[in-house]
């Protein structure tokens, strides 16, 4: 699993979880641990099931329990564009999800919604171009105004997510400045070996590729 994916620094927000969702209280705080281990039987049964119809239904309820799930969220997208290749509905849910992330205005969920538009494995080609460059554009404004309030890692995997936005949009040169600059982010910080090796290797990937 990548960087990008958040194994390594990246809070995961919250668990997979069910009951009813009440307001300002997470659906996370009211549920019994009981229920959130039923759901993730749930999910993982029908995963090995293979029938991703299946598979939509059960996490759109999820969903509609635990709308401020980023995991189900992000999980909705894959099944939907990756698994079923319906790039129609896959724009629509994307596009609500960053809405979602631009009103929250937090760190995990702007990541989150930044990685989708523009480091996702996908073909998004046929995806409204304005539109997606727009919501990128918004996205990025946001995340380099609040992310010198984060530490160094968070910055670091900031740089690392709009980058590729501007090497999309034709501003490579900017792109190039951001990977440079979390390169110096993860030089300074004190990780494991085996961690800062892969996080450096995949920042020179990306700076290889926006330099050619």
């Not at 979602?100 to 989708?116: F, G, V």
């Amino acid at each position: 699993m990548s960087i990008r994916k958040r194994k390594f620094f990246v809070k995961r927000g919250q668990g997979i979880v069910v009951g009813s969702f009440n307001g300002t209280k997470t659906a996370e705080t009211n549920m019994e641990p009981g229920l959130k281990a039923a759901l993730l039987d749930q999910i993982s049964a029908v995963k090995k099931v293979k029938d991703f119809q299946v598979v939509l239904s059960a996490v759109e309820k999820a969903i509609k329990v635990i709308p401020d799930n980023i995991y189900l969220r992000e999980y909705h997208l894959a099944t939907l564009i990756g698994k079923l290749h319906d790039f129609e509905a896959g724009w629509i849910a994307l596009g609500r999800f960053t809405r979602n992330a631009i009103e929250r205005n937090s760190e995990d969920w702007l990541l989150a919604a930044m990685r989708q538009l523009f480091g996702s494995p996908y073909d998004y080609s046929c995806l409204p171009f304005a539109e997606r460059f727009s919501m990128g554009k918004e996205l990025s404004d946001r995340i380099l105004t609040l992310c010198p309030q984060w530490d160094a890692r968070s910055r670091a995997l900031s740089y690392a997510a709009i980058a590729p936005y501007y090497h999309e949009n034709g501003k490579s040169e900017r792109a190039v400045e951001l990977i440079e600059e979390a390169l110096e982010l993860v030089e300074g910080e004190s990780l494991a070996d085996d961690v800062k090796q892969e996080w450096l290797a995949q920042l020179l990937q990306a700076l290889e590729k926006y330099k050619a």
